[in-house]
């Protein structure tokens, strides 16, 4: 054969499937991705593998029941799921919080996010290739805010740690103290880490100008979070709609510009660096007080509707509440971050590489739990 | 702080440039007819005073006689907000018209709905269950709905 006539070979597309047992679908998520020798031409998510029903089954308990079920929603970030419920439930039935509940209900939502960060990140580097160096230093760091959360509720994933009304528990003393010493070991870290990858020539050729996401697309496709962010889109709700005491708060939102994966990936550890910041300032104003208003165990709200929303580490998670006036709530319904900002992959990762499909996939961050509910 | 805008108020613009469309109007929410969602929609859009850009999210209740979807409306630009609903009647086979060409954000949300509450979306291109499987029997998030 000439190389001419090689060269008119026709290739037909074919369809591979991608999970749902993969280590870079994080978790359950599959797609049938249409190829033309290593080009993606299209894909088609599949969802479902996870479907526990959470939605019905808040139907079945009580207000204050339905809190342990956020954990299982995206399990990643449990404490930031338990806020968004309550939130939701005292904006319905007018309940207040605390003024120190809502501190502590700060400083964990921000470790959180450091939590959810140093994950995505350290997953996201596995993705590029940087096999297991980088996510088990992510993990180590994360072990530390997991011995925080452990001493607070007794838990290191599913922690069912707030209450409507408040949180569980009072901190103990040797918290804060703690928290401390792991805010000053977070800021090194982060340097050095930065250190290592900020201009790490083959993190830079794998992400930059890779799975570009234009501002445009971004907001029609609803997308939040850090992949909003990256895209130019300068919305956070602890800034655009502040929640709890978020407005007590002196903090930066990073954006960026291009909408690729590096800037995804940037916002991501700028953003650790801003929570850092954030519990800083929560520790120096923290009151002494009750950390749980006086709410009866079964809560019947008003007959209505409410929804809140919170900025979740991956992004607006939010809650819409419908009451009757009876023990359980009406209907429930969560507002899915992780599945609203799947929207966009399927243009971004048309005409790209099989690879690069996977770093795209992995810069979006997402979690299965969420996703399906 | 995103600003709640009036139901009210919003209800009495629509009603200005679609007369008719609008059943019910609230503080902070209001009821459209479902034939006239798409035009009242894009107007929410693309009103400059407006300018409702960002579809926080869709969702659908049942209310035995009716099934009411909810769509949350937030305009990045203005930092305001607004509840926009449309019921429709009947369980055998309700339709709403599909806002997909309008914010691309509902499409999984349309698909979660047709799943689980069985609401038909109409206009949307890939119309299946999203979640359960194809010839999986009723749609659960129905208050009929028997486990």
């Known amino acids: 054969m000439t190389t001419t006539e090689m060269m008119t070979l026709k290739t037909e597309p074919f369809v591979l ?3 749902p047992v993969h280590p870079s679908t994080h978790g359950v998520y599959r797609m049938r991705a249409t190829l033309d020798g290593e080009v993606v031409l299209d894909i088609e998510p599949v969802f479902g593998y996870l479907h526990r029903g959470i939605e019905k089954l808040a139907e079945e308990r009580t207000f204050s029941g339905f809190v342990p079920l956020t954990d299982r929603l995206d399990y990643i970030s449990s404490m930031s799921n ?3 419920y309550c939130l939701s439930v005292e904006k319905l039935a007018g309940i207040e919080v605390p003024e120190r509940a809502e501190y502590i209900r700060v400083i964990m939502a921000e470790l959180q996010r450091l939590v959810n960060h140093a994950i995505a990140v350290g997953t996201f580097l596995n993705d590029c290739g940087a096999y ?10 994360r072990e530390k805010i997991l011995d925080l959360f452990d001493m607070v509720c007794g838990q290191r994933l599913t922690y069912n740690y707030m209450r409507i009304g408040g949180v569980s528990q009072d901190i103990p003393d040797e918290f804060l103290p ?11 870290f982060i340097e050095e880490m930065e250190r290592l990858l900020k201009q790490n020539e083959i993190l830079l050729a794998r992400t930059k100008g890779v799975g570009i996401l234009s501002r445009e697309t971004a907001i029609n496709c609803s997308i939040s979070g850090p992949v909003a962010r990256g895209s130019g889109v300068k919305w956070d709700l602890r800034r655009a709609d502040p929640y709890s005491i978020y407005d007590r708060f002196d903090f930066d939102i990073p954006t960026a510009e291009v909408g ?3 800037d995804r990936y940037r916002i991501r550890i700028e953003e650790m660096r801003q929570s850092l910041h954030i519990i800083e300032q929560a520790m120096k104003q923290i009151p002494s007080g009750p950390v749980r208003a006086d709410v009866p165990h079964l809560i019947r709200p008003p007959v209505g509707e409410a929804y809140a929303h919170i900025e979740a580490p991956k992004g607006e998670l939010g809650f819409y509440l419908v009451s009757d006036n009876s023990i359980a709530p009406y209907r429930c319904h969560v507002r899915p971050t992780s599945l609203i900002n799947l929207t966009a992959l399927r243009e971004m990762v048309r005409g790209w590489k099989v690879a690069d499909l996977i770093v795209i996939f992995g810069s979006i961050d997402i979690c299965l739990g969420e996703v399906d509910r | 702080m995103t600003v709640a805008l009036s139901g009210k108020e919003i209800a009495s613009q629509i009603e200005e440039k679609f007369p008719g469309s609008v059943e019910e109007s609230g503080r902070d929410s ?17 009103t400059e005073t407006l300018k409702f850009d960002y579809l926080s999210y869709v969702t659908a209740v049942d209310y035995f006689s009716y099934f009411e979807v909810v769509y949350q409306l937030t305009s990045l630009e203005h930092n305001h907000s607004i509840v926009i609903k449309t019921r429709c009647y009947g369980r055998e086979n309700p339709v709403v018209p599909s806002v997909i060409g309008i914010w691309q954000g509902a499409d999984f949300q349309e698909r979660e709905i047709y799943d689980l509450m069985g609401i038909k979306f109409e206009g949307h291109p890939n119309m299946k269950r999203i979640f359960l499987w194809e010839g999986f ?3 659960p998030l129905r208050k009929d709905y028997l486990s």
């Open chain 2, 137 to 139: 029997a009723g749609h």
């Open chain 1, 178 to 188: 703690a928290l401390r010493r792991l805010v000053n070991q977070m800021f090194f």
């Open chain 2, 30 to 46: 209001l009821v459209v007819k479902s034939d006239s969602l798409l035009p009242v929609a894009a107007f929410l859009r693309d």
């Open chain 1, 132 to 141: 297991m160096t980088p996510v088990v230093y992510m993990l180590r760091e």
């Open chain 1, 260 to 262: 690729d994966c590096y």
């Open chain 1, 82 to 84: 338990n806020l968004g």
């Open chain 1, 17 to 19: 499937n991608f999970g």
